[in-house]
């Protein structure tokens, strides 16, 4: 068995290599042709059918353990395996995926009923996806994503690398919609009019910004510092000495004065909370004091008794900061000065959140939001990061206006258009260039040529052309600027940039040792961030943060503080592991994390002082991994209590990628209030009551109890023994898994689903080839996320090594031509 | 990029500005296009729809025909009972989050699809828009007040997330995004700041790029088959259809109107953000820059709190009450909230002139969600008033009860027919159910 798999790696690997070659010497004919599935299978490959004496005693298996259920006539969730085929596995790869994934992880045959012991067991998806890899092998089958119209993160992205210009894409474009948990898949990716006109209108100001244009009239940006924030301690990247406040960055489009205006909190009835000692406020611009106002006291309180919202007004007044500033990107930020001990005399402040009470007058200050206005008297474009960017060449003569125009555009053209500019879509920038410039002056021209190219379909959609003629159903291996392109969205949610264009233009890219060159560059370079605000931010939930607000009756002390270095420990763990190059296992037990004061707090390390995040070795092994992280733990929960169930999905979702069948129709909730014999149920006893409903059980035995093992952690993260407090009842994390082991609590649970490291990497790789290859994976990836995970054992499930067996996989590299039946559709 | 022509009075302001910064550019008097009043009324469609169903025997009025006893729900409305028309004993096609959302106003069922091939079907506010929708500078406006982003595992199993981010398709593979920061729905409507020659030029140059991008997307598509050429098709036609807006919009004369403050950002509380999404809806009716609006209140699955009014669990861990009597009067209480949010924005169209009468008697708006009883995302009987009188299409006042099973799609199929479409039928209709 071992020595067929072996051989069968080979193919593939044999496969791959034909596949280069062969591109190498299309390159030097530059005409694509396809491969057609006939010159596929004239490689040296073996029959997909493995020896047939093996096929009995597995059809017996099937026959014992799975048909009871799944017959002809019963067809349990719309299976029969009675009389298919097993002898041609290959034909029903949709079917026999499922049976894998479910077989593998014990999820069926269901708990309490006969089940293979662990060897046949094993031995039956052994020879499953022996067969189906097998085929794949022979047979691959690479997909054709859709055109791919860049989503909001992406636009932002390429903005940023095509001109050095930050911009907020969630000002400019609506949000994308989602598929199989990620926003960058194509089919979902579609247009409508009111997203076109917002291309268009980005298209306008983007341009405008870049250049910087003199007609930019006063505009005003506003940054909210969330209302749950505590602001009594010290924020990351403010001023040391301050307290409270928020940085926000922002790209400011002429020379020019411009306003700064703090806005402070003020109670339901108007009263600015605070005014009852002094404080002093100050504005910084990148780093610098440009403002400090005094207010609070005697005076400021008096007229506060008076009329709360004159002299709420008056504060604000004084707050105000009208100063000069250059155009370009600058970081702004508003603070309290932070008094010594002696002169701190607050109350005594029983919870961490500083920012409860919404009716209190009294204690900190705190800013609610402020806004930059300007510019007034402009003063000129300015020498902005932008403007250098485009203004690559300064015509001194009118004669030389044309032919810079014409290099600056025919330059940011070849990146934006990834490439593939032609003549006619430089012709049409330049007559854009030539309207705007009889209209104005050169700069004007550039502005117009670029916001033209901003709003190019070419631009926002990244379309793959198949090889004219190409034969219906055939396979073919992208040309290079696809290939390059694919690299730069997966790896950077962006376009490529000049090295990777040249290599491409040049025919290299497909050459393996510069593509792995290639892809260590890039993993290595700083965009490749997007892998963990794109990729990890969606396949941990990590975006769905800022929509958790724990009930702050139940959680007082939790506030943005928190939730943000939720966050951040998640990102910065997660980068940890890809910029080290550590093992992805590394994701679900490293012995280290990343806090700051609060989150240490929470988690209860001692010594941890000071808003800035530094690395630390857990000693506490129930902090390990994903699974100790706050982040996660939260986003599974509900605002109110724990959710073992939704914690048991997240697990068997996106750790171990056999999700639980969707819930029936008619299911009665939680009893939320259950009481018995006087005393409030515990989740777990709530929960088997709801269990004891047949039709809720048989997805319960597989989900609960692998939430209920992290029931030491509460709906926020925090540890906990007991539920309802002190005097609760004590947790009990125990519990039988799916697959019949046995779990105290968190650490036995990572430990079991641990034991079978291939099912967690597999369940990681599945996820990140759907995120690069922008689609689903369907039964016939399946194959090649196998062999990923079969490659990637060697180097122990190195990061990198499972970015280069995506990247290197016929599904990344390749593309199939629409059948007749797609053709129509 | 568009600017209205049509004088708004000057008392207009827009609610819930909350904390917000008022804009200098848009404080003065800014010039803009418009017209004498229309001679004849023009006619509006809106739809408002509410997650998780309305509590079932909170929202049905206790008495059937004209001058009907409203029901707890409802009660906010009373005074504007004239206007109203109850519809009950509709039903979707099937049980479940995303189809009733995705057929509340198709009348479909939606592919059951993650992501390939999704299909629902058209949306009556767009066959509507095609209608009605044409002389104004925005076809139709979909707007809402939760950000759908953040959600991730939080759509219906087997079905594509775009079922459930929004009530509007333009046809039945394109769902219409819809927006919930007021501040870029405000400039959709009265354009980015500048003089009035400022925006004309940008309305030329956004023209000449259009212009240009179709001789580009003709180009492109060719060679491209399947699905890609479908992709680059829908482009291209909605290349087209922004071209032709933006033509009306040149088209049209100048006048001197007060364009009310424009709002900042997404304010934080619920409450203050739907007051002002209300508003906004309001002034594109009032100033005529679109006649059809859908809102989306929240997503179907919402796991808002309502704080205000005491609600503190989350919409739909809540909506599945099982009959736990403080979670069903805590639903009542917040399906109430909604109708009494959407009051402000029905007074305001009753206090607006318009023609002859007033906003609300030209007006057609349709309220309701995709389901009744959430504890099982029931399909039958599901909740449906029409308030206004959309120009004499209703004559109001009325609670109408359809025979048992009749499909929406009937119903819907009817409001196309009253806004001019002569479709015989509509997603699953079996025949038009006519409301009088």
């Known amino acids: 068995m071992r020595k067929l798999r072996l051989s069968r790696a080979l193919t593939a690997a044999v496969l791959l290599a034909l596949c280069w070659t062969w591109v190498d010497a299309r390159e030097q004919a530059a005409a694509p042709r396809p491969v057609t599935p006939a010159a596929t299978k004239s490689a040296p490959v073996k029959p997909a059918v493995a020896g047939p004496a093996q096929t009995p005693s597995h059809k017996a298996t099937i026959d014992r353990y799975c048909v009871t259920c799944h017959s002809d006539r019963l067809k349990t969730a719309g299976l029969t395996l009675e009389s298919i085929d097993t002898t041609h596995i290959s034909a029903a790869p949709d079917v026999w995926e499922r049976v894998v994934r479910k077989v593998r992880v014990g999820m069926m045959p269901p708990q309490g009923s006969p089940a293979p012991d662990a060897t046949s067991r094993t031995a039956l998806v052994t020879w499953l996806t022996g067969e189906l890899d097998a085929h794949a092998a022979a047979h691959p089958d690479p997909g054709r994503p859709l055109v791919h119209r860049l989503n909001r993160s992406e636009y932002g992205n390429a903005i940023r690398d095509l001109l050095d210009l930050e911009i907020e894409p969630a000002g400019l474009l609506p949000a994308d919609d989602s598929a199989y948990g990620f926003d960058n898949v194509a089919d979902v990716l579609g247009v409508s009019p009111v997203l076109l006109e917002r291309y268009l209108s980005a298209a306008g100001k983007v341009s405008a910004l870049a250049v910087g244009d003199p007609e930019s009239g006063v505009a005003s940006e506003t940054f909210r510092v969330r209302q749950d924030a505590s602001q009594d301690r010290h924020v990351e990247g403010l001023p040391i000495g301050t307290v409270g406040g928020m940085l926000a960055h922002t790209t400011l489009p002429l020379d020019g004065e411009y306003v700064i205006q703090p806005r402070l909190f003020r109670t339901n009835l108007g009263a600015m909370r605070g005014l009852e000692y002094e404080h002093q406020l100050e504005i910084t611009v990148d780093g610098a004091r440009v403002h400090l106002a005094s207010f609070g006291g005697d005076e400021d309180f008096k007229a506060s008794l008076r009329n709360p919202t004159l002299a709420g007004d008056d504060v604000e007044a004084r707050s105000r900061a009208r100063v000069k500033l250059t155009a370009g990107p600058h970081t702004i930020g508003v603070a309290f000065i932070e008094k010594t001990a002696a002169q701190n005399s607050w109350r005594l402040q029983p919870f961490l959140r500083s920012s409860h009470d919404t009716f209190d007058p009294t204690g900190y200050p705190h800013i609610d939001v402020f806004s930059v ?35 600056i555009v025919s330059t940011l053209a070849r990146l934006a258009y990834r490439g593939q500019a032609s003549d006619e879509d430089l012709q049409r920038l330049m007559s854009f260039y030539a309207t705007g410039r009889k209209g104005g002056n050169f700069e004007k021209g550039i502005q117009l040529a670029l916001q033209r190219m901003l709003a190019s379909a070419k631009f926002a959609l990244r379309v793959e052309r198949d090889p004219a003629g190409a034969k219906p159903g055939s396979v073919y291996p992208l040309n290079s600027l696809d290939l390059a ?130 690395r630390v070795t857990l000693t506490d092994e129930a902090r390990r991994g994903i699974l100790g992280k706050g982040a996660i733990l939260m986003v599974t929960s509900h605002t109110d209590r724990t959710s073992p169930v939704v914690r048991g999905k997240w697990v068997l979702d996106n750790l171990l990628g056999a999700p639980p069948p969707p819930m029936p129709a008619n299911v009665p909730p939680l009893d939320e209030n259950g009481q018995q014999a006087g005393r409030v149920l515990t989740m777990r006893e709530r929960m088997e009551v709801h269990r004891r409903n047949p039709v809720c059980a048989n997805c319960h035995k597989i989900m609960d109890p692998i939430g209920l093992a992290m029931e030491n952690f509460d709906a926020v993260g925090s540890w906990r023994t007991r539920e309802g407090g002190t005097h609760g009842t004590a947790i009990d994390a125990s519990g039988v898994l799916l697959d019949g082991t046995k779990v105290d609590g968190i650490v036995s649970l990572r430990k079991a689903l641990m034991r079978n490291p291939e099912i967690f990497v597999g369940t990681f790789v599945e996820k990140m080839m759907t995120y690069a290859l922008g689609r689903g994976v369907a039964a016939t990836d399946m194959p090649t996320v196998r062999q990923i995970v079969r490659d990637g054992a060697s180097q122990n499930y190195r990061f990198a090594s499972m970015v280069e067996g995506i990247v290197n996989s016929p599904a990344f590299q390749m593309r199939r031509v629409p059948t007749p039946q797609e053709q129509s559709e | 990029m568009f600017i209205t022509n049509r004088a708004l009075s000057r008392r207009t302001i827009l609610r819930g500005m909350g904390a917000a910064v008022a804009l200098p550019f848009l404080d003065a008097m800014v010039p803009v296009f418009g017209s004498a009043a229309a001679a004849t009324p023009v006619r509006r469609f809106g739809a408002v729809f509410v997650p998780l169903g309305e509590r079932p025997g909170f929202w049905d009025p206790t008495t059937i025909g004209t001058n009907f006893e409203l029901n707890a729900i409802m009660k906010p409305l009373e005074e504007y009972r004239s206007h109203m028309t109850v519809v009950s004993q509709l039903c979707d096609p099937l049980d479940g989050h995303a189809t009733t959302v995705a057929a509340w106003l198709s009348g479909a069922i939606p592919k ?325």
């Open chain 2, 112 to 436: 059951r699809t993650l992501a390939e091939n999704v299909n629902n079907g058209v949306t009556v506010d767009q066959v509507i828009a095609d209608q009605i929708g044409q002389d104004t500078p925005m076809k139709s406006l979909e707007l809402a007040t939760e950000d759908f982003t953040g959600w991730i595992g939080g759509c219906d199993p087997s079905y594509s997330c775009a079922y459930m981010n929004t009530i509007s398709w333009k046809n039945a593979t394109t769902p219409m995004p819809m927006e919930i920061n007021p501040r870029s729905v405000f400039e959709r409507m009265f354009g980015r700041p500048g003089t009035s020659q400022q925006r004309l030029a940008r309305m030329a140059t956004d023209r000449s790029v259009l212009d240009s991008l179709l001789e580009e997307l003709k180009g492109m598509s060719k060679g491209l088959g399947g699905k890609d050429l479908n992709r680059l098709n829908d482009y291209l036609e909605n290349v087209r259809e922004i071209e032709s807006r933006i033509q009306k919009a040149e088209k049209q004369s100048l006048t001197n109107v007060e364009v009310p403050d424009a709002p900042v950002g997404i304010p934080e509380e619920f409450e203050d953000h739907a007051a002002l999404m209300y508003d906004l809806m309001a002034l594109a009716f009032e100033a005529d820059l679109t006649r059809v609006v859908t809102y989306m209140k929240s997503r179907d699955a919402s796991q808002r709190v309502y704080p205000k009014i005491g609600v503190t669990e989350p919409h739909h861990a809540m909506s599945h009450h099982g009959n736990n009597s403080e979670k069903l009067a805590n639903l009542v209480k917040l399906n109430t909230h909604h109708v009494d949010l959407f009051r402000g924005f029905v007074e305001k169209l009753a206090k607006t002139p318009d023609g002859e009468g007033t906003l609300l008697d030209h007006t057609l708006i349709l309220y309701g969600s995709g389901m009744s009883e959430s504890d099982t995302h029931s399909r039958l009987n599901i909740p449906t008033l029409l308030v206004g009188k959309g120009g004499g299409l209703v004559q109001g006042n009325q609670h109408i009860v359809a025979p048992k099973e009749t499909p929406m799609a009937n119903f819907l199929l009817d409001l196309a027919n009253k806004f001019g479409s002569d479709a015989k039928s509509f997603g699953i209709s079996t025949s038009r159910f006519e409301v009088a």
């Open chain 1, 485 to 614: 392109s694919r690299l730069s969205f997966f790896l950077w949610s962006s376009i490529p940039d000049d090295e990777l264009l040249r290599v491409a233009e040049q025919g290299k890219l497909r050459t393996p040792v510069v593509l792995r060159q290639q892809l260590r560059r890039m993993l290595a370079d700083p965009k490749a961030e997007s892998l963990v605000t794109n990729f990890a931010g969606q396949w941990l939930y990590l975006r769905n943060l800022k929509n958790m607000v724990p009930l702050s009756t139940e959680f007082v002390d939790f506030d943005d503080n928190l939730r943000r270095a939720f966050e951040q420990e998640a990102e910065l763990f997660f980068a940890s592991i890809m910029r080290e190059n550590r093992s992805v296992l590394d994701l679900m037990d490293a012995n280290y994390t990343f806090i700051n004061e609060r989150l240490a707090k929470h988690y209860n390390i001692p010594g941890i002082y000071g808003s800035h995040y530094r």
């Open chain 1, 373 to 407: 206005t300007g510019p007034y008297s402009p003063t000129g474009s300015g020498d902005t990061p932008s403007r250098r960017r485009v203004f690559m060449c300064r015509p001194a003569t009118a004669a030389e206006e044309e032919p810079c125009a014409r290099r």
